[in-house]
């Protein structure tokens, strides 16, 4: 018999070759390309070939050809909740029956606490959970289990590798959730490959995918993040999951934050904030009030921010630091924004409002290891930077929010209510916002009275902050 041939798969791009070579000619990684033979022959162990061999059909189409739009009754799926709130809130309001999800982060950053919390408290009210690990044995995983209180759940536990034999396992418990930690330590017998190589998890994703999809099974899939901080075989998973999670935060805090940075069934940037405590993550029911907790008022440099990430507005506070460079070549670092985002707001204020800015090192950070990428920042760092360099601190009591753009101009940005709201319920009384989101009727007056001050220009912000 021929034996099919190898391939060569950059495990940064995905990129096939058929002879190895040092350096992948796609993304220009090198050393990157791995031997893939897969067992049975096909064209190419590329993702088409594994689909290939099967065909799945999603719950309520099975079997039946292309159907007309306005036949089909739409199914709104009650949502299973897990039982934590913050997690249910990241999933967009619970467990989609049959979705896929997978959970990325740094290894130790609480990934299999969360799932194995969640998966105990879905199997008390929705049946029973398969939990299986290739990382910990079953006995580590119940030491953890009984850190977390965890009773007398109908939650099955399984130490195994092996992708065919977890698929048999579900055949006889018919589980109503499954979890594998991790999609990296899972290998399919019809792949040679080691487990963790980009065509191991590709096989490993689709192929839980189809038992998803086909039993109607909800599944978790733990995938660990490279030294970049990407999930291992990011685009070869990303666009076969359902939903993508990833902590955020860093270790050294005790808080986590969950984010959706894709959802099909809810919107992204949608986040969850957890404490990490000695019985496993805890929600956090005031995010703002976490975020806040350590700021001291009177000193220059710090601004609030009123961000929102997906339907939650959060105060989080947005420290900048500018102080005489020793050397020639000053720094600027940037932690929790854009690094390109600072050196703009940086240009613009030299050029619109006349802060010179060039030989001074600039600092930026955003407190509690919180990232942000909404532009509605931008006028909070401007506010931060400014009043570092003027050593002088913002007005107490004052929450700012506003895009600001290369003229200088301040731009309005969305839900502005839900920012004001946030701000007031957190005892501020004073906005700095965009003049075009300011809305008279959500001013107000006498007990947690809110002031709402328009801005047009950089300039103008400069004016009121720092007055
Ligand atoms: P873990 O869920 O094992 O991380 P991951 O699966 O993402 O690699 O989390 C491990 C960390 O969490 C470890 O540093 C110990 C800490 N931890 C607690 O602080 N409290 C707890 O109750 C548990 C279970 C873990
Ligand atoms: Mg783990």
Same mark, same amino acid.
């Given at each position: 018999?021929?034996?099919?041939?190898?391939?060569?798969?950059?495990?940064?791009?995905?990129?096939?070759?058929?002879?190895?070579?040092?350096?992948?000619?796609?993304? $220009?990684?090198?050393?990157?390309?791995?031997?893939?033979?897969? /067992?049975?022959?096909?064209?190419?162990?590329?993702?088409?070939?594994?689909?290939? $061999?099967?065909?799945?059909?999603?719950?309520?189409?099975?079997?039946?050809?292309?159907?007309?739009?306005?036949?089909?009754?739409?199914?709104?799926?009650?949502?299973? /909740?897990?039982?934590?709130?913050?997690?249910?809130?990241?999933?967009?309001?619970?467990?989609?029956?049959? !979705?896929?999800?997978?959970?990325?982060?740094?290894?130790?950053?609480?990934?299999?606490? *969360?799932?194995?919390?969640?998966?105990?408290?879905?199997?008390?009210?929705? $049946?029973?959970?398969?939990?299986?690990?290739?990382?910990?044995?079953?006995?580590?995983?119940?030491?953890?289990?009984?850190?977390?209180?965890?009773?007398?759940?109908?939650?099955?536990?399984?130490?195994?590798?092996?992708?065919?034999?977890?698929?048999?396992?579900?055949?006889?418990?018919?589980?109503?959730? *499954?979890?594998?930690?991790?999609?990296?330590?899972?290998?399919?017998?019809?792949?040679?490959?080691?487990?963790?190589?980009?065509?191991?998890?590709? @096989?490993?994703?689709?192929?839980?995918?189809?038992?998803?999809?086909?039993?109607?099974?909800?599944?978790?899939?733990?995938?660990?993040?490279?030294?970049?901080?990407?999930?291992?075989?990011?685009?070869?998973?990303?666009?076969?999951?359902?939903?993508?999670?990833?902590?955020?935060?860093?270790?050294?805090?005790?808080?986590?934050?969950?984010?959706?940075?894709?959802?099909?069934?809810?919107?992204?940037?949608?986040?969850?904030?957890?404490?990490?405590?000695?019985?496993?993550?805890?929600?956090?029911?005031?995010?703002?009030?976490?975020?806040?907790?350590?700021?001291?008022?009177?000193?220059?440099?710090?601004?609030?921010?009123?961000?929102? @990430?997906?339907?939650?507005?959060?105060?989080?506070?947005?420290?900048?630091?500018?102080?005489?460079?020793?050397?020639?070549?000053?720094?600027?670092?940037?932690?929790?924004?854009?690094?390109?985002?600072?050196?703009?707001?940086?240009?613009?204020? @030299?050029?619109?409002?006349?802060?010179?800015?060039?030989?001074?090192?600039?600092?930026?950070?955003?407190?509690?290891?919180? !990232?942000?990428?909404?532009?509605?920042?931008?006028?909070?760092?401007?506010?931060?930077?400014?009043?570092?360099?003027?050593?002088?601190?913002?007005?107490? $009591?004052?929450?700012?929010?506003?895009?600001?753009?290369?003229?200088? @101009?301040?731009?309005?940005?969305?839900?502005?209510?839900?920012?004001?709201?946030?701000?007031?319920?957190?005892?501020? /009384?004073?906005?700095?916002?965009?003049?075009?989101?300011?809305?008279?009727?959500?001013?107000?007056?006498?007990?947690?009275?809110?002031?709402?001050?328009?801005?047009?220009?950089?300039?103008?912000?400069?004016?009121?902050?720092?007055?």
């Amino acid at each position: 018999m021929k034996q099919p041939r190898p391939v060569f798969v950059c495990q940064q791009c995905d990129a096939q070759s058929p002879k190895w070579q040092g350096r992948c000619t796609e993304c $220009g990684a090198w050393n990157s390309l791995v031997e893939e033979r897969p /067992t049975e022959a096909g064209p190419a162990a590329g993702g088409t070939a594994s689909l290939a $061999g099967h065909r799945y059909a999603l719950p309520g189409s099975a079997g039946q050809g292309a159907r007309k739009y306005a036949d089909i009754t739409a199914e709104n799926a009650a949502r299973l /909740t897990t039982g934590i709130g913050e997690f249910d809130r990241v999933l967009g309001g619970g467990i989609v029956p049959g !979705s896929l999800v997978l959970l990325g982060g740094e290894p130790g950053i609480g990934k299999s606490t *969360l799932l194995l919390q969640a998966a105990a408290n879905f199997a008390v009210t929705h $049946g029973p959970v398969l939990y299986a690990s290739g990382e910990e044995s079953e006995h580590q995983i119940k030491s953890r289990g009984d850190r977390l209180g965890v009773g007398d759940a109908p939650l099955y536990l399984m130490a195994e590798t092996c992708i065919e034999r977890i698929l048999e396992e579900i055949g006889r418990i018919h589980p109503a959730m *499954l979890v594998i930690d991790s999609v990296q330590t899972v290998f399919s017998l019809k792949f040679q490959s080691a487990p963790g190589s980009i065509g191991q998890v590709r @096989e490993a994703a689709t192929q839980f995918l189809f038992t998803a999809k086909g039993h109607n099974l909800p599944t978790f899939l733990v995938g660990h993040v490279t030294k970049e901080g990407s999930l291992a075989g990011p685009k070869a998973l990303e666009h076969v999951v359902d939903t993508v999670l990833y902590f955020e935060g860093e270790r050294h805090h005790s808080h986590r934050v969950v984010r959706a940075v894709k959802n099909r069934f809810g919107a992204i940037s949608e986040l969850g904030v957890f404490e990490m405590t000695g019985t496993g993550l805890v929600p956090v029911p005031n995010p703002s009030a976490m975020f806040l907790a350590e700021r001291s008022v009177a000193t220059p440099g710090s601004a609030v921010l009123c961000c929102v @990430e997906g339907s939650r507005p959060l105060l989080v506070e947005v420290q900048a630091l500018v102080s005489t460079s020793a050397y020639g070549m000053p720094r600027r670092m940037a932690v929790g924004i854009d690094q390109n985002r600072l050196s703009l707001l940086l240009a613009v204020l @030299e050029k619109r409002a006349g802060l010179l800015v060039g030989g001074d090192d600039v600092f930026v950070n955003i407190a509690g290891g919180m !990232s942000l990428d909404e532009p509605a920042a931008d006028l909070a760092i401007v506010g931060a930077l400014a009043s570092s360099l003027r050593n002088r601190p913002l007005p107490p $009591g004052t929450a700012v929010f506003g895009e600001v753009g290369l003229g200088g @101009e301040v731009r309005g940005v969305p839900q502005a209510p839900l920012r004001i709201r946030e701000a007031q319920q957190m005892g501020f /009384t004073r906005v700095v916002m965009p003049a075009a989101n300011v809305d008279p009727a959500l001013e107000r007056g006498g007990e947690g009275a809110i002031e709402l001050v328009g801005i047009r220009h950089v300039g103008e912000a400069l004016d009121h902050l720092l007055a």
